[in-house]
């Protein structure tokens, strides 16, 4: 199952502002190149106006077409049904909602516990941890979140398609770090 149709925003938008960025230094590359080649004279750059208007106003505006995207999309998913609050620990994890109620694992130190989502609900995920700082991982989305000790996280989540998602630690939390993952089933 291809989990890459997400269409993770962030994902796709630092794409395109590589390829922009990979155009502008081709662009850039180019010039320099073209000047060294050519000897140009370059005294026209020192009060030409309009230059300089357009070399200050055009990132600027290239940077708010960027991000305008972003910011848009930052606060879609923050409407959700429900809040999911994990509190990382060491080894395991606690999960606190108002629909699951509170389950704690404190029985196992394999943490292999199992949480059931509904497809296409979305959900706001809020992080903290109560030791050291872990790091909430979800891999087949491409998202990662960091559990620090006295720091809530957020993340926004929406699960389009029905399966097993394993959740890493992906910080080297101790000597049982391998030991923390746990399964989301989306159905």
Known sequence: MNYFSVLN????????????????SVFVIFVLFYLLLTQFNNSIFFTH???????????IL??????FPLFYFSNFFSFSLSNIFFLANQWFWDFESSFLGETNFLFTLNSLTMLFLPLGVNFNF???ASDVIHAFSLPAL???ADCVPGLVSF????????GSYTVYCAQICGVN???????????
């Not at 106006?49 to 990132?59: H, I, K």
């Open 9 to 24: 925003l962030s994902f796709f938008s630092h794409q395109y502002i590589m390829l922009i960025c990979l155009g502008i």
């Open 49 to 59: 106006f309009y230059l300089e208007f357009f070399w200050t106003f055009f990132p």
């Open 62 to 67: 290239l940077v708010f077409f960027l991000m």
């Open 126 to 128: 809020i992080f903290s």
């Open 142 to 144: 491409f998202t990662h």
């Open 155 to 162: 993340l926004d989540l929406n699960f389009p398609l029905a």
């Open 177 to 187: 770090h391998s030991q923390m993952p746990f399964y989301i089933f989306a159905y």
